[in-house]
């Protein structure tokens, strides 16, 4: 009897110690993916400041066409150098807007990865826990 005892601790606490080394692995993803979701969402802000100056960069241009269309004596005066300067302030953030599209693409991938490792800790998890069952159910048919 006190074997049969014994032998439920020990096998309880093999069940123990891999129920949590596959609860450290789930928190590990968890921590990744929330720092990816963090990029993601930094991303989608840096996109969204990219498109808002895109616009204002495109409608300042149609406005300075269309009032050269309309006066040409006016041209000279449209094209100013502080508006150059104007524009060129917004070319660096394409440069970072680009690395911005590299770095989605790499947390697009990275979660494709994460997820793939998920779902393979989450089918270890089920065989695991199906192996303890049985280990359960077989315990109590020798007992």
Known sequence: MVELVAKCFC??????????????????QQLELESILKASE???Q???EARTQLVTLQRQRQETMWSI?????LQQQQVSTSELDSNIQF????????????LLMDCREFTQK??????????EQEMS??????LESNKCINS
């Open 46 to 48: 840096d996109v969204s």
């Open 69 to 73: 269309i309309r006066n040409p004596q």
């Open 129 to 134: 826990m199906g192996y303890f069952s049985s």
């Open 91 to 102: 070319m660096p953030s394409l440069g970072n807007n680009l690395e911005s599209v590299q």
């Open 42 to 44: 930094q991303f989608l």
């Open 11 to 28: 096998q309880g606490d093999e069940h123990t110690k891999t129920l949590y080394n596959h609860i450290s692995n789930v928190r590990e």
């Open 114 to 123: 994460s997820n793939s490792m998920l779902k393979d800790m989450l089918k």
